[in-house]
T-cell receptor, first 111, second 117 residues
Framework: QKEVEQDPGPLSVPEGAIVSLNCTYS??????FMWYRQYSRKGPELLMY????GNKEDGRFTAQVDKSSKYISLFIRDSQPSDSATYLC???????????FGSGTRLQVQP | KAGVTQTPRYLIKTRGQQVTLSCSPI?????VSWYQQTPGQGLQFLFE???????NKGNFPGRFSGRQFSNSRSEMNVSTLELGDSALYLC????????????????FGPGTRLLVL
């Protein structure tokens, strides 16, 4: 079983929809949680960073971490065609010095 | 501030050859990590360097090696290339690499796409 599980999609939504992306994990040591966006043939771009449990909002993006359930989410409000990309969750803990990634969810926002 | 740069961007090699990839981290970042990304396995951690020392290594064979220079620039080398080494190789940099308030957040370069024929 992988340490981090993520539904690969693809997920197709109409423009303006609210998108929900999720990851589950098994290692309770994870403390740092990130969401990256990766466009085709590009490197991952950091979108959101969260430490421990709670919510964090940045513009149209909201990240949630529920450590008791080992579940993290990324919500995208008012989705745009330019949001079409692969979204990767990643996590780590102090001293690990490496990120463990989910497999990525491919999102398509239809105009 | 300039981002992480990687050279070359694309590379074609044949089985048995070796390859060296280069990474320049964000100015002021002293930690450099390398990842391999393939459609089947996703993003997998290769190794991490800080102050010219390898601090962490992923589960890859010894054909994969790296080093870091005093200016924080890093190189990774793959010897005796196999078809399965075809992948996007990503370099990521982060700030101090430890200490109070440290964030395990990494910033990625565009990657080097390696094709092994």
């Amino acid at each position: 079983q992988k340490e981090v599980e993520q539904d690969p999609g693809p997920l197709s939504v109409p423009e303006g929809a609210i998108v929900s992306l999720n990851c589950t994990y098994s290692n309770s040591a994870f403390q740092y949680f990130m969401w990256y966006r990766q466009y085709s043939r590009k490197g991952p771009e950091l979108l959101m960073y969260t430490y421990s449990s709670g919510n964090k909002e940045d513009g149209r993006f909201t990240a949630q971490v529920d450590k008791s359930s080992k579940y993290i989410s990324l919500f995208i409000r008012d989705s745009q065609p330019s949001d079409s990309a692969t979204y990767l969750c990643a996590m780590s803990y102090t001293g690990r010095r490496a990120l463990t990634f989910g497999s990525g969810t491919r999102l398509q926002v239809q105009p | 501030k300039a981002g992480v740069t990687q050279t070359p961007r694309y590379l074609i090699k044949t089985r048995g050859q070796q390859v060296t990839l280069s990474c320049s981290p964000i100015s002021g970042h002293r930690s450099v990590s390398w990842y391999q990304q393939t459609p089947g396995q996703g993003l997998q951690f290769l190794f991490e360097y800080f102050s010219e020392t390898q601090r962490n290594k992923g589960n890859f064979p010894g054909r994969f090696s790296g080093r870091q220079f005093s200016n924080s620039r890093s190189e990774m080398n793959v010897s005796t290339l196999e078809l399965g080494d075809s992948a996007l190789y990503l370099c990521a940099s982060q700030t101090t690499g430890g200490g109070a308030g440290y964030q395990e957040t990494q910033y990625f370069g565009p990657g080097t796409r390696l094709l092994v024929l």
